[in-house]
């Protein structure tokens, strides 16, 4: 095959596996392998990928936190002749990763930038939620601060088109009570958790159901969540419930024949909170 590292000054931009190591592309082992250099977001996660793909090419470090003195060196290397490979430790740089940064350093300097395809969680998790991929928006992990999250929920919650977001296992549970009391528990949703690896799992349903069953199930392993786009529909009862409290909406679950512990579950559910916090309300 031939050598596409004829002409030098390259910089490519690798996709490695998010968890199945066979979802390396021939190609990226190839070009990984015959490149001057790999600029790795961190260096000994990558080292047991390179001595498992057998490549021996000399890593450097680039990262979210040396981007800044590390990106023009990378340049200065790249304009002097070197093929260099950039990788993050899962999936394609530049999404939620480093990696964008050095890919427009680099065009800024006239130097040829090109992709070598592979793994990506919020693309492999959005093509089976069952959720429309016509269209959709990335959202990457949502911001800490209460004020910005709430914002861009509030901004996502009109978006026609699927949302893709990633989430940590220790911030789900909260995501996923702010997507419900901000985009409603109808709406549908996916979350896709552990792919490629030995526990993949898919959750599919309405956000209340997510929230109810990670209420009850410690996540555990990385997560996306894919959420349907709004439809123009804005269920009336939850436009008129949510300013009510939990135990107000528990009452009216009652009067309207509901049984105690179903309309607590309900109540929990539509306003996206766990069923202590309904029985800690109810007893105020
Ligand atoms: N660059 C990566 C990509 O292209 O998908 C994303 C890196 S970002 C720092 C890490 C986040 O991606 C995780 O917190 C999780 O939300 C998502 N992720 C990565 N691998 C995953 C997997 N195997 N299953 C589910 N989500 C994953």
């Known amino acids: 095959m031939a050598n596409e590292i004829r002409e030098k000054g ?6 490695t596996p998010i968890g199945n190591l066979e979802d390396m592309t021939y190609r ?8 001057d250099l790999i600029a790795a977001e961190d260096t000994r996660h990558s080292r047991k990928l390179m001595a498992h793909f057998d490549i021996h ?4 470090s680039y990262h979210e936190h040396n981007k800044l003195e590390k990106g023009p060196e990378l340049v200065e290397k790249l304009l002097s002749g070197a093929t260099i490979v950039c990788i993050s430790d899962a999936g394609l740089p530049g999404i939620s990763d480093p990696g964008a940064h050095l890919a427009k350093l680099a065009i800024d300097a006239g130097i040829p930038v090109s992709p070598l395809p592979g ?3 919020a693309l492999s998790a959005l093509i089976c939620s ?3 991929t016509t269209a959709f928006s990335f959202y990457g992990f949502l911001p800490k601060t209460v004020k910005k999250r709430r914002e861009l929920l509030a901004y996502i919650k009109e978006k026609k088109e699927t949302v893709i977001l990633y989430e940590a296992p220790h911030h789900l549970k909260s995501t996923l009570k702010d997507l419900v009391s901000i985009l409603g528990p109808d709406r549908k949703a996916a979350v896709a958790r552990e792919l490629t690896k030995k526990f993949e799992e898919f959750r599919r349903g309405s956000l209340g159901d997510m929230l109810e069953y990670y209420e009850l199930n410690s996540p555990k392993g990385e997560f996306v969540i894919i959420i349907e786009g709004f439809n123009g529909e804005v269920s009336a009862e939850y436009e ?3 300013d ?6 528990v009452s009216k679950l009652e009067q309207e024949g509901m049984p105690r512990k179903e309309a607590m ?14 029985y800690q309300s109810m007893l105020k």
């Open 10 to 15: 390259m910089l490519y931009l690798a996709g």
């Open 28 to 35: 990226a082992v190839r070009l990984l392998g015959e490149a």
């Open 57 to 60: 090419t000399p890593l450097t």
């Open 119 to 121: 793994a990506n969680a």
């Open 130 to 132: 069952g959720l429309d």
């Open 240 to 242: 008129t419930e949510a």
């Open 244 to 249: 009510i409290s939990p135990g107000e909406m």
């Open 265 to 278: 579950r309900e109540t929990a559910k539509r306003l996206g909170i766990s069923r202590r916090d309904v």
